[in-house]
């Protein structure tokens, strides 16, 4: 399942493609279409069934800092930091899929429901996409959501919405920043804020996993 549109973070599956290999993706129709491009991939866009496992989502608006093409001035100031990365990042950016980011729902065998809410709680997110996807996705078993960039006080403010159970706060733009040569931020500080708030959460890091019983 691939919930961000943007090159960077489908570089891993179209490398896997074009080594040949036939993946199995449940994406937006922009992701779904990009890759497409680059060798077979089955499974499709949109809500579907694979192996028992349902899977649903809904499109959002990504954060300003973490949408479209850098701003001028930014672009500018990595560009004379870091001039390889910066020729890579447009590179990339002018190949990406495309087309908004989207929250997914995955729907177990027996019920169970996990909510990847990707970047969509944000300073800036509208309260009323909030509203509707709280009212269709609420209330699940576990919750992975990404922190972007000074994005931590909109975790705290929308997630309540969502009913948390349990929440894996994921770190998902530390490494492309870092590329870059701009600052990152650790997400372990919104952690604590959400423990002391009562939610059950723990910082879902890279190349880390998790068993719940």
Same mark, same amino acid.
């Given at each position: &399942?691939?919930?961000g549109?943007?090159?960077p973070?489908? *570089?891993?599956?179209?490398? =896997?493609?074009?080594?040949?290999?036939?993946?199995?993706?449940?994406?937006?129709?922009?992701?779904?279409?990009f890759?497409?491009? #680059?060798?077979?991939v089955? /499974? /499709?866009?949109g809500?579907?069934?694979?192996?028992d496992?349902k899977?649903? /989502? &809904?499109?959002?608006? +990504?954060?300003?800092?973490? @949408?479209? %093409?850098? =701003? +001028?001035?930014?672009r500018?100031?990595?560009?004379a930091?870091?001039?390889?990365? @910066?020729? *890579?990042?447009?590179? $990339?950016?002018?190949?990406?899929?495309g087309?908004e980011p989207?929250?997914? $729902?995955?729907t177990?065998p027996?019920?169970?429901?996990l909510? #990847? !809410?990707? !970047?969509?709680?944000?300073?800036?997110a509208? $309260?009323?996409?909030?509203s509707?996807?709280?009212?269709?996705?609420?209330?699940?078993e576990?919750i992975?959501?990404g922190?972007?960039? /000074?994005?931590? %006080?909109g975790?705290?403010?929308?997630? %309540?919405?969502?009913g948390?159970?349990?929440?894996?706060?994921?770190?998902?733009?530390?490494?492309?920043?870092r590329?870059?040569?701009?600052?990152t $931020?650790?997400v372990? %500080?919104? *952690?604590?804020r !959400?423990?002391?708030?009562?939610?059950?959460? #723990?910082?879902?890091?890279?190349?880390t996993?998790?068993?719940?019983?």
């Amino acid at each position: &399942m691939l919930t961000g549109p943007s090159a960077p973070r489908l *570089r891993g599956t179209v490398a =896997a493609l074009k080594q040949g290999r036939t993946l199995t993706v449940v994406s937006t129709d922009s992701i779904f279409e990009f890759l497409g491009r #680059h060798g077979k991939v089955v /499974g /499709g866009s949109g809500a579907r069934t694979i192996d028992d496992v349902k899977v649903d /989502g &809904m499109l959002y608006a +990504p954060p300003p800092g973490n @949408a479209g %093409p850098l =701003a +001028p001035f930014q672009r500018a100031s990595v560009a004379a930091a870091r001039p390889a990365a @910066a020729l *890579r990042r447009l590179t $990339e950016q002018a190949r990406g899929a495309g087309g908004e980011p989207w929250i997914v $729902e995955v729907t177990f065998p027996d019920g169970a429901r996990l909510l #990847h !809410l990707d !970047l969509a709680l944000h300073q800036r997110a509208d $309260e009323q996409w909030i509203s509707r996807a709280a009212a269709r996705f609420g209330n699940p078993e576990w919750i992975l959501v990404g922190a972007a960039h /000074g994005e931590g %006080p909109g975790i705290e403010r929308w997630l %309540p919405r969502f009913g948390p159970n349990r929440v894996l706060v994921v770190e998902l733009v530390n490494s492309e920043r870092r590329e870059l040569g701009q600052s990152t $931020e650790l997400v372990t %500080p919104w *952690r604590d804020r !959400l423990v002391k708030s009562g939610v059950d959460a #723990h910082v879902f890091a890279t190349q880390t996993s998790f068993r719940f019983e």
